[in-house]
């Protein structure tokens, strides 16, 4: 949700949330369904949030665009679910943040995962 989003970004320090691509340092990915600006969080009705869609029908049509700007800017992408596929209620499969940070990777992307499979983020838990 909304509060979710906005509690992680402040949770993380001087972390802000860019308005564009232009305006950004980096991508973070930890969901599949929307791609959020700043206005966005500020206001639920803005129109400046992209429903993806993607969990529910993998389809990379409305991720491409924004891949292609993040890769011309040589943005370096940050997957904290790196999960390629979850199940979800009635035998459906979702598609997760790891296929979209795969795909950046496979058009040269700079990806790193962090959270679960890989143990990095549970050996931070630890330290």
Same mark, same amino acid.
């Given at each position: ?26 991508? !973070? /990915?930890?969901? $599949? ?9 500020? @206001? &639920?009705?803005?129109?400046?949030? +992209? ?14 665009? !924004? /891949?292609?700007? $993040? ?9 904290? @679910? &790196?999960?390629?596929?979850?199940? +979800? ?36 838990? +630890?330290?």
């Amino acid at each position: 949700g909304i509060g979710d989003d906005k509690n992680l970004i402040e949770g993380g320090g001087v972390i802000g949330i860019a308005e564009s691509v232009e305006d950004a340092d980096f991508v !973070l /990915l930890h969901g $599949s369904e929307v791609w959020r600006r700043r206005r966005h969080l500020s @206001n &639920p009705g803005d129109a400046d949030c +992209l429903d993806l869609n993607f969990l529910y029908d993998g389809d990379f049509s409305k991720i491409d665009p !924004l /891949l292609d700007q $993040s890769l011309e800017r040589k943005l370096p992408m940050i997957c904290a @679910n &790196p999960d390629l596929v979850v199940g +979800l209620p009635g035998g459906v499969v979702g598609n997760m943040p790891g296929k979209i940070a795969e795909r950046y990777s496979q058009r040269g992307g700079a990806v790193q995962h962090f959270g679960k499979p890989s143990p990095r983020h549970f050996h931070a838990c +630890l330290d």
